[in-house]
């Protein structure tokens, strides 16, 4: 049984394999004319197939694209959210990971601590996805990859440069992604919002010859890039934190000028929400650099088709 609560739970083919997957999908709905099952009836490869929807944050696009995803692949996704299931609050998470294990086939699950995925992963008898965690976004960097990969064609000799918050889970997921693709990956985060040394060592870990550099200058890690990536200011974690957050260092912004020192073939990229013109200007955001809008719909394709490879 395969659980996704890592991105180091795929292999670098693996993660190559879901992407490739994931663009010919993306093409058959294109070109499809109805907006729904892109496959022939007799081989949805979710066809029966339930999954049980723990949010204990709230979501757009990951809700999104997880229910559309489902049901276009010919199965039934169950959102519950906190309000309603009160995750580890109303029984032990043991009890809850036993009893849905009984009667879905899958779990989908956002959690605040990266602990709560665990605990129901070593309960379940069904695969559990995570769809954020305090620790890990795998789903979004799968989808961040797929839009590098469908821009360059390549990961060989593609650098991402990633500004601001580097003690997120959109950073632990790409840093442990670089090192499982032999992608180059350089920060420019403020002294206080370090990547964690765990993450560093389980990178150079998987990947010995990993290329990491980290710069205090946005201006020095920007020159090389050829995607640039900036996340939220505030993480539905760091809500106390608003106002510092929002209010310290300008310099972090990705603008226009940022953008200029790099190559013009440079994209931008941010899983968002966004605070616009916060993190990044609203003219590098709905600028011809940006990726954004391709990257949240990409969660849509790359979730279907890390659903066909785990569940098919
Ligand atoms: N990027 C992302 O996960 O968005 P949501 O929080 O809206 O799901
Ligand atoms: N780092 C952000 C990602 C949102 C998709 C958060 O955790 O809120």
Redesign the pocket.
């Known amino acids: 049984m395969k659980h996704f609560l890592s991105i180091t739970d795929l292999s670098p083919e693996q993660i190559k394999q879901i992407i490739r997957q994931a663009i010919l999908m993306k093409k058959s709905h294109k070109k499809s004319d109805q907006n729904t099952h892109t496959w022939s009836q007799k081989s949805l490869p979710l066809e029966g197939k339930t999954f049980a929807m723990f949010f204990e ?1 709230p ?1 757009l ?2 809700r999104l694209s997880f229910e559309t995803g489902i049901f276009q692949l010919g199965g039934h996704g169950i959102y519950l959210d906190q309000n309603n299931v009160w995750l580890g609050v109303r029984e032990s998470l043991s009890d809850t990971a036993k009893v849905t294990s009984s009667m879905v086939d899958g779990i989908i699950a956002r959690t605040y601590a990266h602990s709560t995925l665990q605990e129901m992963a070593l309960h379940s008898s069904i695969p559990v996805i995570n769809a ?1 965690s ?1 620790l890990d ?1 795998p789903c ?1 960097v799968l989808a961040d990859l797929m839009t590098i990969f469908e821009e360059f064609w390549t990961f060989v000799w593609v650098k991402i440069s990633y500004i601001w ?1 580097c003690d ?3 950073t632990n997921s790409l840093c442990l992604a670089c090192a499982l693709l032999d992608i180059e990956f350089a920060c420019a985060w403020p002294a206080w919002y370090m990547l964690p040394p765990e993450i560093i060592v389980q990178a150079v870990q998987l990947n010995p010859n990993f290329i990491f550099t980290q710069d205090p200058s946005p201006s020095v890690i920007a020159k090389n890039a050829q995607v640039i990536v900036a ?2 200011r ?5 809500e106390q934190e608003k106002e510092s957050r929002i209010a310290d260092l300008q310099e972090y912004q990705v603008t226009q000028d940022l953008m200029s020192l790099a190559d013009p073939n440079t994209i931008f990229l941010h ?3 966004a605070y616009r013109d916060v993190e990044v200007t609203t003219q590098v955001i709905d600028g011809p650099q940006s990726r954004v809008f391709q990257e949240a719909e990409n969660r849509l394709h790359v979730q279907k088709a890390l659903l066909s490879y785990l569940f098919w």
């Open positions: 944050k979501s696009r990951t954020l305090d976004h979004q918050d997120n889970n959109i996340d939220t505030v993480s539905m974690w760091d899983c968002l929400p």
